[in-house]
């Protein structure tokens, strides 16, 4: 089976695109400055070491996540906006529609919003996470006929090898529709030194890959940008403080946007687990939290 293409840090915008159409994954060579790496090395690896790994399968037992990455190192602003991403990205998720307002007809195109910021260190005797879709938050459906919910990019903070996790790719994937079911024998490991960066869409299959070395860690920083059609129209975490907002009923603090929900929407950091942001709303307790995950990944 063929693996991703491997593009230069001075390809052209159109070449990573092409490869993105081609493949649903672009493997982008030298894509961070060294300063870049070093800077993420230092701000990063070592509130990694102070995170308490995942509590189920899919965010992995022996993983460690750390997330809200821009309060933890500025150079996040190199990753989200460096040409030959954010400008792939665009092409990607802020496809126009035509809409009629009166007697105008009108194009629109959503812009677009960094959804998801996150470190990833898998450790020795992780195992592979299960294949699975970005976009399915969005419960996205596929094909896509070419207009993404997500563009994803991991950017490699170690290398990355076959043997400590790189991370797993069904190249391709991105064309499949909704029936056909992912298999491990079709994914290939992403293998890239570090500083190198691989980008893929939200409708492609991958996971991160399983960690069979012995005293390797594999670390990824990496964000999503997504299209900002579905996000709540009024801002309500600006024009209402949590503290009103935990004077209301649950039903109604979750229908102000205070809930992951199955899709797992709206999650926030505590303790190294992506949680149901409800559980920050007052007095609860927060010793032990679960991830979204867990229900379905125990
Ligand atoms: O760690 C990786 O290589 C990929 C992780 C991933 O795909 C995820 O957590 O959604
Ligand atoms: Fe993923």
Redesign the pocket.
């Known amino acids: 089976m063929v693996g991703l293409s491997r593009l230069s840090d001075t390809a052209a915008v159109d070449d990573v695109i092409a490869a993105l159409e081609r493949d649903g994954g672009v493997i982008i060579e030298d894509f961070l400055a060294r300063e870049t790496l070093e800077g993420l090395r230092r701000d990063l690896l070592p509130l990694l070491a102070r995170q308490s790994a995942g509590r189920d399968g899919?965010?992995g037992f022996k993983?460690r996540r750390l997330s809200a990455l821009f309060a933890h190192t500025r150079h996040c602003v190199e990753i989200a906006t460096h040409p030959l991403y954010l400008k792939p990205a665009e092409h990607f998720l802020c496809r126009p529609r035509e809409v009629w307002v009166g007697s105008d007809k009108l194009s629109l195109a959503a812009d677009v919003r960094i959804g998801v910021t996150?470190a990833?260190q898998?450790a020795p005797g992780q195992g592979a996470?299960p294949l699975?879709r970005?976009d399915t938050v969005f419960l996205w459906r596929h094909p896509t006929g070419g207009r993404e919910g997500r563009v994803q990019i991991?950017c490699a903070v170690s290398d990355f090898t076959a043997e400590n996790?790189?991370?797993?790719v069904i190249p391709g994937s991105h064309l499949w529709d909704d029936e056909r079911k992912p298999e491990m024998s079709e994914a290939i490991p992403?293998v890239m030194k570090a500083g190198s960066a691989l980008i893929f869409l939200g409708s492609t299959f991958?996971?991160?890959?399983a960690n069979t070395t012995l005293d390797e860690y594999r670390t990824?920083a990496?964000l999503a940008l997504d299209a900002a059609n579905m996000r709540q129209e009024e801002n309500m975490y600006l024009s209402l403080s949590s503290d009103l907002v935990a004077s209301y009923p649950e039903q109604i603090q979750r229908l102000l946007g205070w809930s992951a929900g199955a899709n797992h929407m709206g999650w926030v950091e505590v303790d190294g687990q992506m949680v149901d942001p409800i559980h920050l709303l007052g007095e609860r307790d927060r010793t032990n939290l679960k991830g979204v995950g867990a229900a379905r990944h125990a």
Not at 165 to 168: D, E, K, S, V, Y
Not at 206 to 209: C, L, R
């Open positions: 899919f965010a993983t996150q990833i898998l996470q699975h970005d991991i996790g790189g991370t797993l992403t991958h996971a991160g890959g990824a990496g």
